[in-house]
């Protein structure tokens, strides 16, 4: 049972459009990583994991995984450069629509 | 939140976005909660800790442990925070039935037996950096110890400050009010005055990290305001209450690592209250005085920044339809993370704890900060000019 309840059916669709709306998929160019992802400009990035992706990240899963380690804190830099990697080869649009 | 009625709309337009504030859940969250410095709670007496919805009453029994039950007596709902604590177990004032930390009835001392159901509400506990964590779980699941906060190496030794400990209860917020500001890089500059350079989030399993750049707004003062001192923050919340905050500040090229424990406890649907706690790596070769007055300054301000928050927070409503635009951030997916709290255990979804990483563009924002406050700061000189 959802714990915050929403009064009005429009702020599903809300949820939607900022969660998931255009976001494309990105294959790494060096493992089998496919993530989602979404930019609304050139700085801006969003990037939605699933499992199967953080397990095929080879760099992910170098992280050490103790508790009282910041290691997670890093990203992928090979992801990111097949992100941008995927802009260039227009792949993935760079712009925003409404605020989303 | 204040009490505005929900459906405020007497009259509108078809495109006039309105505020839907939802509902706000009765349960809390499932997870590891901070309720305060350990020490507090070790000197033989009972002490009373408001939290969901309850009062809880924390002592310390003769092997040095610290235990935590619901504060009323299942006999006839004596306040056992008013008791006193008897050999390991707390009386309580009202007929002197005494409960050891397991949650069990030990003695009557005026009955034959102890009634087998004599069982009350116990919280299972855990010590993390000097402060006592209590395990909540509305579907009464064992303490996943695996999910604590991380101890911090060096806090409570030599190279750090004591903790300076700080609570402050919010009554007409919800703490996911609290828990927003993760993924909100424009208020930093609005109601903390400074300029957030750079802003990043990572939301993965039970942790949610903010990571943020940050230089103080010269034509302001209070919060993090100085404009001599730039900032790089890593927060991470350990579940649902507890965020450990390594700060590395710069100020003017004399850098100083500041750890920040900003956590909560629930007390009603609309209300928790707050904790934070500071402890200071202390800069070598200065004496002891100084290193006190540093720690002071920064635990000041760290402290006014909260406060800055706090009223805001008593002042909004809650808004479970929040209109983004592009320099926000991700507070949709910061809420879906969040509600795993919320959810029974079997009922979480992959998408409340998939790896989710966001970075905000803060270019254009910063552009047109920088003007503002460039235009404050003439403003201001203008004005001096003509009063000298």
Known sequence: ??????????????????????????QCLDCLARVRAKKNSEHHTSIQWNADAVAACPELGRRDGSSDSRDGHRGCPRLLASIDAAVRDGNLPVGAEDGY | MSDYPQNCNVFYMSDTRMLDQGTTPIRFARGWHCLGLASTFADGKPHAIHGFGTKLVVWQDSKGELNVLDGF??????????????????????????????????????????????????????????????????????????????????????????????????????????????????????????????FRNIFEGHTATQFMESTGRPDKSGGYSDASSTLKSEAT????????????????????????????????????????????????????????????????????GFLQDVHIWENKVAVQNPLLCEEDGPVYQLRRWYEQFYTDAAEVKPEMTDRFEFEVDTTKANEYWHAEVAENLAKRAAEESVSH
């Open chain 2, 237 to 304: 919340y350990y579940g649902p209450a507890y965020m450990i905050n390594w700060l590395t500040v710069d100020y003017k090229g004399f850098v100083t690592e500041v750890i920040l424990i900003n956590c909560h406890i629930p007390t009603g649907p609309n209300s928790f209250t707050l904790q934070y706690g500071i402890s200071v790596q202390k800069p070598e070769g200065l004496d002891q005085k100084t290193v006190d007055y540093i720690a002071e300054r920064y635990t000041e301000s760290f402290g006014d």
């Open chain 2, 73 to 198: 007596c299942r006999h006839m709902g004596g306040d056992l925070t008013q008791g006193e604590v008897k050999g390991d177990h707390i009386a309580c004032p009202f007929h002197d039935w005494r409960w050891g930390g397991d949650g069990k009835c030990k003695e009557i001392p005026y009955a034959r037996r102890v009634p087998l159901r004599a069982r009350t509400q116990r919280y299972e506990t855990a010590i993390v950096n000097g402060q006592l964590m209590i395990w909540n779980d509305p579907e009464g699941s064992a303490a996943d110890r695996d999910i604590l906060p991380p101890e911090l190496p060096d806090v409570l030794t030599d190279k750090y400050t004591p903790w300076s400990w700080h609570t402050r209860e919010i009554n007409g917020s919800h703490c996911r009010e609290l828990i927003d500001n993760v993924a909100d890089m424009a208020h930093f500059y609005y109601v903390h005055f400074a300029f957030p350079t750079s």
């Open chain 1, 1 to 26: 049972m959802a714990s915050f309840v929403p009064t009005s059916a429009d702020t599903l669709e809300e949820q939607r459009l900022y969660t998931s709306a255009r976001m494309v998929d990105v």
